[in-house]
Structures are given as C-alpha cells and as structure tokens.
C-alpha cells in the first residue's frame, strides 16, 4: 500500500506528463490547420500547457519531488 506521500508524487508525476501531452498535441494540431483563429487559440492552449508544466515542476522541486 502506497503512503500518502507516494500517492501525492505520483498524482504529480501524472499531472506532469498530461500537461507535456497537451502541450505537444496542441502543437500538432496548430501546425495541421490552416485557419489563423484556431491556430492562434491552440497556440494560447500551447503555451497554458507549458505554464503549467513549469509551475508543477516548481511545485515538485520545492517538494523534493523527483
């Protein structure tokens, strides 16, 4: 049975990896439409993905979450 701390890394670690997935599936998607309004709001979902992967990471370092 995993502690309550195990449980917390690994709920960050996966919040960590979804945020990178999106950031990248967001970056597909904008460079396979053609319509400037969609891409511009996809590059906007881009860069909300990237903020908060780099604030989880700040998150986790501050915690000793490896």
């Not at 990896?17 to 053609?34: C, G, P, Q, V, W």
């Not at 319509?35 to 993905?49: F, H, I, S, T, V």
């Amino acid at each position: 049975m995993l502690s309550e701390q195990e449980r917390m890394n690994n709920a960050m670690k996966e919040m960590l990896f979804y945020e990178e997935s999106m950031a990248k599936k967001y970056l597909e998607l904008t460079r396979e439409i053609t319509d400037p309004k969609l891409q511009q709001m996809l590059k906007g979902m881009e860069m909300a993905a990237r903020n908060n992967y780099g604030t989880l990471s700040q998150k986790m370092s501050s915690l000793g979450i490896v």
